[in-house]
């Protein structure tokens, strides 16, 4: 069983997980992953299989004489996200990839090859994609098939290694991944996430990330009597995000410029409640996000009266990147394995999160590496087997570097 079909197994297994759940996992349908794993790495002799509160670990050995050689770890995450369909996956393979537009069977939707023209540089591949009716689940399904493909091989034995670390967690689409990841027992010194992006991807930056929740209080009175006594704090907050820079919301920003997004809004004449969130790669400048508001609440209590505006700032996650770079060999060995591997290294910026950012602040420092899939979280998701082979090859090219450092 190769890559594919390791896939293809993987992605038939509904795991969406719920930010609405407070359990861990989110949803029971992960442990139905979690547990097919177990099974299939037990099965390959994998060491040290476990699982705990829906996270499966496991170990492969150093070769002997190669034990006090760098532990590295890969981790893949087995949700799969809730913004989109998520039940019933049936995957269309489609052999020798002409290149073109493809008929998604079970909704009559097109994948266009015209607006996802990266599909052209899959021509000749074995693509999968969705029926129209669901995502696929190459986020991140992907990344495990790929992590237990080059397992497999590893246990054949040919490639000297240090000790190889497995990881696989669950809630990551709702921002839960590492919540109760086991850095000490997983017994890697490093590790790589595989989670989306194009094969040769490296991603070692990310936005810094804060929360802000602003509460407008007002003061309701019958309109009939309402002259020089009603405070409306809906118009009062929409003031507020009006003072907001308005060229600096997600729509109008790229690459390391950083945002404001209110991301819900809900109240009434007496008291108004808006969620926003504050991104930006350079911390200082996230810092600067967070006075803006309380500056612009400060002018509002001035006009309005004390107190009608408070904003309340927490902390989310941090740019993995000061994490990164006193270990930058994490980086170069990544780079040189892309190399090896035929292709490319293609860093970029991360505008988002990602579990390795939590992890490297955890202890672990964690880039993320692509695993070929494009289009996620969407009935338009796919992925090429020759994508995924090279996705191994990046892996077995990483646990080699390591072995010869």
Do not use: W
């Not at 190399?339 to 955890?362: E, F, K, Q």
């Amino acid at each position: 069983m190769g890559v594919l079909e390791k896939f293809i197994d993987l992605v038939k297994i509904d795991s969406p997980s719920d930010p609405a759940s407070p359990t861990c996992p989110s949803t029971a349908m992960q442990l139905d992953v979690a547990n097919h794993l177990e099974r299939v790495m037990k099965e390959m002799g994998i060491s040290n299989v476990r699982q705990q509160d829906g996270y499966v670990y496991g170990e492969i050995p150093a070769t002997p004489g190669y034990e006090d050689k760098t532990s590295v770890g890969f981790i893949a995450h087995m949700d799969t996200a809730p913004e989109f369909n998520g039940i019933g996956v049936k995957p269309q393979v489609i052999e020798n990839y002409d290149g073109g537009d493809v008929l998604l069977k079970g909704s009559g939707h097109i994948l266009s090859a015209e607006e996802y023209p990266v599909l052209r540089s899959f021509k000749g591949h074995t693509l999968i994609t969705t029926d129209g009716t669901t995502l696929l689940g190459s986020d991140d399904k992907a990344g495990i098939a790929e992590i237990l493909e080059a397992a497999e091989i590893l246990l054949q034995g040919g490639i000297p290694h240090g000790k190889v670390c497995l990881g696989f967690t669950p809630d990551e689409e709702i921002g839960r991944g590492p919540l109760k990841f086991d850095v000490a027992g997983f017994g890697a010194k490093l590790a790589y996430t595989l989670d989306g992006g194009a094969a040769g991807s490296i991603e070692y930056e990310n936005f810094n990330a804060d929360q802000a929740e602003v509460t407008v209080k007002g003061y309701s009175i019958h309109p009939g009597s309402a002259k020089d006594k009603m405070k409306n704090s809906q118009t009062i907050a929409m003031e507020f995000d009006r003072l907001l820079p308005a060229a600096e919301r997600p729509q109008y920003t790229e690459g390391y410029e950083g945002f404001y997004h209110m991301t819900d809004i809900h109240g009434g004449v007496e008291e108004t409640h808006c969620a926003y969130i504050l991104r930006d790669h350079d911390s200082d400048k996230l810092a600067a996000r967070g006075e803006t508001m309380q500056k612009a609440a400060a002018f509002l209590n001035e006009r309005y009266g004390e107190g009608t505006v408070t904003v309340e700032i927490t902390h989310t996650y941090r740019n993995m990147k000061e994490k990164i770079l006193p270990v930058y060999e994490v980086i170069t060995v990544a780079e040189e394995a892309i190399r090896t591997a035929g292709l490319t290294p293609v860093t970029v910026p991360i505008r988002g999160g990602t579990d390795g950012a939590t992890l490297s602040y955890m202890g672990l420092p964690c880039p993320n590496l692509g695993t070929g899939g494009c289009n996620a979280h969407g009935r338009y998701e796919c992925n090429t087997k020759e994508n995924m082979e090279q996705c191994v090859q990046i892996v077995l090219e990483i646990v080699k570097g390591y072995a010869a450092l």
